[in-house]
Nanobody
Framework: QVQLVESGGGLVQPGGSLRLSCAAS????????MGWYRQVPGKQRDFVAA???????NYADSVKGRFTISRENAKNTVYLEMYYLKPEDTAVYYC???????????????WGLGTQVTVSS
């Protein structure tokens, strides 16, 4: 099993910044893609950003130029740096990791429990 621990959420004023972290632990053999999604109450979970094992990144149009995703492979950790935050960025942010463990021996998707980001004055 893979455990994902997210941190860094909170309340920030419009125009401010936050940095989210997500650390994966467990009997991990390899981690492939890592990413972030977000969800507001009553709506579907939306893609925010992703990064492959080779460091190739992809962003939702709504966050391009404002958010930066990165990863630290030695720590199985993915980060999301968020700048120029807007009220519409308010959501619960979920970490997503594709990993193989000694038990699964194949890549599977894992989700964190989410961290709240609120952008408000």
């Amino acid at each position: 099993q893979v455990q994902l621990v997210e941190s860094g959420g909170g309340l920030v004023q419009p125009g401010g910044s936050l940095r989210l972290s997500c650390a994966a632990s467990g009997s991990i053999i390899t981690v492939n893609g890592m990413g972030w999604y977000r969800q507001v109450p009553g709506k579907q979970r939306d893609f925010v950003a992703a990064i492959t094992g080779d460091g190739i990144t992809n962003y939702a149009d709504s966050v391009k130029g404002r958010f930066t995703i990165s990863r630290e492979n030695a720590k199985n950790t993915v980060y999301l740096e968020m700048y120029y935050l807007k009220p519409e960025d308010t959501a619960v942010y979920y970490c997503n990791v594709e990993a193989a463990t000694v038990h699964t021996m194949t890549l599977m998707d894992y989700w964190g429990l989410g961290t709240q980001v609120t952008v408000s004055s």
